[in-house]
């Protein structure tokens, strides 16, 4: 099925789920991500759970130092 990364189209497996995608990325370590489907933030601690559907679209925003 078809998603939307941040910006780019990306096919993935049918029942893949959000911590699929982040492997798919090379982004093993969750700290200092927020991801966001369709505009609504999904806590860290549902992404094993959380079912991608055809044309969601995600965003993954890494935090970075600043100031």
């Known amino acids: ?11 993935i497996e049918e029942n893949s789920v959000l911590t699929d995608v982040l492997n798919n990325f090379g982004i093993i ?3 200092g ?3 966001a489907v369709n505009n609504k933030v ?7 759970e959380f079912k991608l559907n055809e044309l ?12």
């Open 56 to 67: 969601d679209n995600v965003l993954v925003i890494k935090a970075s130092q600043g100031g």
């Open 29 to 31: 370590n969750d700290r």
């Open 1 to 11: 099925m078809i998603i939307t990364v941040n910006s780019n189209k990306k096919e």
């Open 42 to 48: 999904v806590p860290k601690n549902n992404w094993n």
């Open 33 to 35: 991500f927020a991801i």
